[in-house]
């Protein structure tokens, strides 16, 4: 089955930490580039980052706080996030592709930054 499941959202206070997972399956997952998107509530979605095989990029509102990466063997990918801020609270989606072309989407987790 072709499916991205994400783990790892929850409630954290600004400044803190969380780690975001992204379980690849019924694809060749090394083969693609990979992205995770946002969305605030009442917002739009919101590009985050996307990395491929040996390069990485990120939003300029989470450049220097977010770091991407990826294990191919075990079709996963991660968002690590620091430093958190209030407006980072979004549901967060991985998704198969470049900003331009994501063909598949996982269901998400929800992420919530507050005191």
């Known amino acids: 089955q072709v499916q991205l499941v994400e783990s790892g959202g929850g409630l954290v206070q600004p400044g803190g930490s969380l780690r975001l997972s992204c379980a690849a399956s019924?694809?060749?997952?090394?083969?693609?580039?990979m992205t995770w998107v946002r969305q605030a509530p009442g917002k739009g979605l919101e590009w985050v980052s996307t990395?491929?095989?040996?390069?990485?990029y990120y939003a300029d509102s989470v450049k220097g706080r977010f770091t991407i990466s990826r294990d191919n063997a075990k079709s996963t990918l991660y968002l690590q996030m620091n430093s958190l801020k209030s407006e980072d609270t979004a549901m967060y989606y991985c998704?198969?592709?470049?900003?331009?072309?994501?063909?598949?989407w996982g269901q998400g987790t929800q992420v919530t930054v507050s005191s």
């Open positions: 998704a198969k592709g470049t900003r331009e072309d994501l063909s598949l």
């Open positions: 019924g694809f060749t997952f090394s083969n693609y580039g």
């Open positions: 990395v491929y095989s040996d390069n990485d």
